[in-house]
């Protein structure tokens, strides 16, 4: 049998009904409903409760009460302006960080709408700014806090094992590291189930743990067998025609289908969609490294540093003396890595570890620098970033507390002072390692085109020390093709709630 003879008609009328009212009920219909429906009543409950708190306020602020007209057209918009922005629509991942801001963006612009036609319809008292400002602070604040509620209840909801089953359809590379993300964040409420795929890839076979369940004909009966609720089409051998039927049938079934562009590495958030005849043209529009956004980005960075620095100079302080005393001197670890466009640099750390030997730096005889026991990279595992931990582990008791809450790396303040490297970006690697890199990781290189970072797209995931070093480079370019002020703001605000939690762990 060949990819060509799938024919969704195969199964009868019969069964086709049944198929059809077990896709339909089956988990990814109550799931998603449910929770379509949940936040959408939610929001409609809360914005009432702030019409009612803002206006039991009224007497508190001396501002008489507006009643309940333009409250009314206030979560009106609102509303609206969510559903524009598809809150409510089914979506496989729901980031909060951009949930609360489109909750911002709404109560904003109902604000703006509320206050202008005040004033442009009616001789609006002096208190109207002042009295919707106060709606909607109670908006923002009520909405906010319940999303983050929502956001929690949904993920444990999921990690307690209300998962929808997914069906992958391409067993090759793409289709396995798809598999492979899902199965590393159960909190996406996706769970792989297997492949589908006439020619798989064999020696992938091991990398996911999850069975080939067929070939493209197989597609209604897997679909059947495991209540799938989900599919996602990666890269396979079959016929453009056989996957075209696969998607139409999907979606005939209710299930939810998904699919991986090819070029996925060119895509970014950022595309336009043109139509020749019936050919859609796809424009995507990277940040562009060399471009005036990036400068103001890296100009906001030295004067963020400074401050932070001023800021975090007590800790520094303490740092310094607790490093003196556990380790004596020199107080910093420098170590030269490879920063934007392959440059050098010497980048600056406190000590954790007890030195094995010190070595002089070339053209600087006399001034010791240290050196951690380095792996050599010939033996490094396949796929394995260094970092972390080398050799035997020499931390001190105080290097693992500077490790751990990353006090270590508030010396880099002053590579990004000097310009050598940014707040936020691809973490430095040591040049014996970028050249290993460069010939063996797909696309390594291109993760210099921006500064290096103290922290960055792919820490925030996890990705730190020995990790898999393709996943560290996807996410790497993923942020730089993707970057905006937005996104460096999730990343700093994860990076500093991944901190607070560690302190809170340690009370």
């Known amino acids: 049998m060949t990819d060509t003879a799938f024919h969704p008609s195969a199964l009868g009328t019969v069964d086709d009904l049944k198929l059809r009212a077990r896709a339909r009920a089956g988990v990814i219909g109550r799931s998603e409903r449910f929770w379509r429906l949940t936040r959408l009543g939610l929001d409609v409950l809360l914005l009432s409760c702030a019409v009612v708190a803002s206006n039991l306020a009224s007497p508190a ?3 008489p009460s507006g009643g309940f007209l333009w409250p009314s057209l206030f979560m009106l918009v609102a509303l609206t302006v969510l559903v524009s922005r598809g809150t409510y629509s089914r979506r496989l991942l729901v980031d909060l960080l951009d949930e609360l801001r489109s909750l911002v963006v709404a109560i904003g612009l109902a604000t703006m709408a509320v206050v202008t036609l005040r004033v442009m319809l009616y001789s609006a008292p002096q208190h109207t700014a002042a009295e919707t400002m106060r709606l909607a602070v109670f908006a923002t604040v009520y909405l906010a806090a319940g999303r983050i509620g929502l956001d929690l209840s949904r993920r444990h909801a999921r990690r307690a094992g209300e998962a929808v089953p997914t069906l992958i359809i391409g067993a090759g590379n793409v289709g396995h590291t798809t598999a492979k993300r899902l199965l590393e964040h159960p909190e996406l409420g996706l769970k792989p189930i297997g492949f589908l795929d006439k020619e798989p890839r064999q020696d992938l076979a091991t990398s996911s743990q999850l069975p080939v369940l067929g070939a493209s004909w197989d597609f209604e009966r897997v679909v059947r067998e495991h209540g799938v609720g989900q599919v996602i089409i990666t890269f396979s051998t079959a016929p453009n025609e056989v996957l075209l039927r696969m998607v139409k049938r999907g979606e005939e079934l209710g299930i939810g289908v998904s699919l991986v562009p ?3 590495e060119k895509v970014t958030d950022r595309l336009t969609i043109d139509h020749l005849g019936g050919l859609p043209l796809l424009t ?4 562009n490294p060399r471009g005036w956004q990036i400068a103001i980005k890296y100009a906001l960075d030295r004067l963020l540093a400074l401050v932070v620095l001023i800021f975090c100079s007590p800790v520094m302080l303490i740092a310094v003396l607790a490093t003196w005393l556990s380790l004596g001197r020199p107080i910093l670890f420098r170590q030269l890595r490879v920063g934007r466009d392959g440059r050098t640099f010497e980048m600056l750390k406190f000590r954790s570890m007890q030195l094995n030997w010190e070595v002089p730096v070339p053209g600087q005889e006399g001034k010791p ?3 951690s026991v380095e792996i050599e990279a010939s033996t490094l595992p396949d796929d394995i970033a260094p970092g972390g931990v080398e050799g035997g582990d020499r931390r001190t008791r105080v290097g693992t507390i500077l490790r751990k809450t990353s006090i270590d790396e508030l010396p ?3 590579n990004v002072l000097k310009g050598d490297m940014s707040l936020i ?6 040049p014996e390692y970028v050249e290993l890199f460069e010939s063996r990781v797909y696309r390594y290189g291109d993760r210099h085109r921006v500064k290096s970072g103290i922290t960055g797209w792919a820490q925030i995931h ?6 898999s070093l393709s996943d560290r480079v996807e996410w790497d370019n993923y942020y730089i093709e993707n970057w ?7 990343i700093a605000l994860r990076t500093a709630s991944a901190i607070a939690g560690y302190f809170a762990e340690v009370k």
């Open 61 to 63: 602020a001396k501002v």
């Open 425 to 430: 970006g691809p973490r430095p690697e040591r």
């Open 484 to 490: 905006s002020l937005w996104l460096d703001f999730k």
């Open 369 to 371: 620098r240290t050196m």
């Open 462 to 467: 996890g990705l730190r020390g020995k990790t």
């Open 284 to 287: 995507s529009h990277p940040s």
């Open 412 to 414: 880099q303040l002053f």
């Open 262 to 264: 090819r070029l996925f």
